[in-house]
């Protein structure tokens, strides 16, 4: 009898065992995340190109052989100092032909005034007819346009002379030089390029490229931090100050030049880095946030009824997410539902929510949860003989 009664509890306790592993293994586990709160920021991802914010181009009126050149890369210049030097040779003999030529006419002038003033009086006195005074104060009007001509062709031959001497327009420093000492440069269709001058490079912009979807965030004061290349692990921050209305069209993709202003004491950054740019939309302290794979989260076999207590109705679809909003900008659709573990476990329970900002991580709930929820953020994958066989590569080997 003993025996019998051992037995049958032998066996129902297998029973009872085999009864709860058996429905563990087949129960659907899911990952959860407590809801938690911190500081969040939102903002605008793009790139850009660091410039000075004056260039000048620094080029040549006249053709002619470079003599001399006061300017190499990098040198500091002041507004009026010589850079280069142009061989005014030919320029000068033009200055002096030109005063020949002066000087001609205004003696042409002169006989031509005395002519006129001789034969006036001749007429005056009925000794010479009318057609020759008329013929002389002609003479002498021609003189004087002349002398006209003259003195403008040696102002023009003078301005070409000066011209040969180039000097800086602005304080500032040379970021490239075109020329060298004997080369020709030719001004007959355009002004060759000798020198590009920077006007200050302590103040410095970014030219940037900021998609259509995320410019109608961008603000004019905005704050922005942003990171160059050659300083990876140093943040430089920046303010914008422009945003451009001409849409910028590559490849059907639309684009905006947005400015933002930099700082440059040290004169670590330089012309043509290229940056990388958070600029700053919203910023957030002590928001309550959820990870962005919650949004995402949507169970197969969802309960249809509503949580005890709550307002849930039967959960929809959740969408994908936008590009928009994986980009660190504003989510276009503010209400989303949530799946939420019960404090007395069980299945999850959709709750709908309202958001607020996103960094494209984690996105804040201003209504639908409270600080330490559980959230589920996916599901855990049952593990098979396979899949465990897998996890170890090195198996037991093989028996002998």
């Known amino acids: ?96 032909q030109a005063e020949g030529d002066l000087a001609s006419s205004k003696a042409a002038l002169e006989l031509a005034q005395l002519t006129a003033k001789r034969k006036q009086d001749l007429v005056a006195e009925h000794a010479a007819p009318q057609a020759d005074l008329d013929n002389a104060l002609a003479t002498l009007h021609q003189a004087e346009a002349a002398v006209k001509m003259k003195e403008a062709n040696l102002e023009q031959a003078q301005v070409n002379l000066e011209h040969c001497t180039i000097y800086s327009p602005v304080d500032g420093i040379v970021i490239s030089r075109s020329v060298d000492v004997g080369q020709t440069v030719a001004a007959a269709m355009n002004a060759p390029v ?52 001409a849409p910028i069209t590559v490849q059907n993709v639309v684009t905006y030049d947005v400015v933002i202003s930099v700082a440059n004491p040290d004169l670590k950054l330089k ?83 309202k958001l607020g900002i996103t960094d494209g991580v984690n996105t804040e709930i201003t209504e639908g949860l409270k600080e330490g929820d559980l959230v589920v953020t996916g599901v855990v994958a049952p593990q098979t003989s396979s899949s465990a066989s897998a996890s170890n590569p090195l198996g037991s080997g093989p028996r002998r």
């Open 1 to 96: 009898m003993k025996t019998l009664i051992a037995l049958i509890l032998f066996l129902a306790g297998g029973g009872v065992w085999w009864y709860f592993n058996h429905n563990r293994k087949d129960e659907t586990q899911y990952l959860a995340v407590t809801v938690a709160r911190g500081d969040m920021t939102e903002f605008v991802t793009a790139t850009g190109t660091l410039n000075p914010v004056l260039n000048v181009t620094v080029g040549s009126q006249v053709s002619g052989n470079i003599a001399k050149l006061n300017a190499d890369w990098n040198s500091p210049v002041k507004a009026g100092q010589v850079v280069a030097q142009i061989d005014a040779a030919m320029f000068q003999a033009s200055v002096h």
């Open 194 to 245: 000798l020198f590009l001058i920077a006007n200050d490079l302590t103040k410095m912009q970014i030219d940037t490229n900021v998609a259509e979807a995320d410019v109608g965030n961008v603000e004019i004061g905005q704050d922005v931090d942003f990171t160059v290349d050659a300083f990876p692990y140093r943040t430089f921050h920046g303010k914008v100050v422009q945003n451009r209305n």
């Open 271 to 353: 012309p043509g880095m290229t940056a990388t740019l958070n600029i700053i939309i919203q910023h957030r302290e002590n928001a309550l946030k959820v990870p962005n794979a919650a949004l995402r989260f949507h169970p197969v076999d969802a309960p249809l009824i509503p949580n005890p207590g709550s307002k849930t109705v039967a959960p929809t679809p959740t969408p994908p997410p936008s590009k928009h909003a994986a980009s660190g900008g504003r989510a276009l659709k503010r209400e989303r539902m949530i799946y939420v573990m019960p404090k007395g476990g069980g299945k999850p329970w959709p709750v709908p929510v």
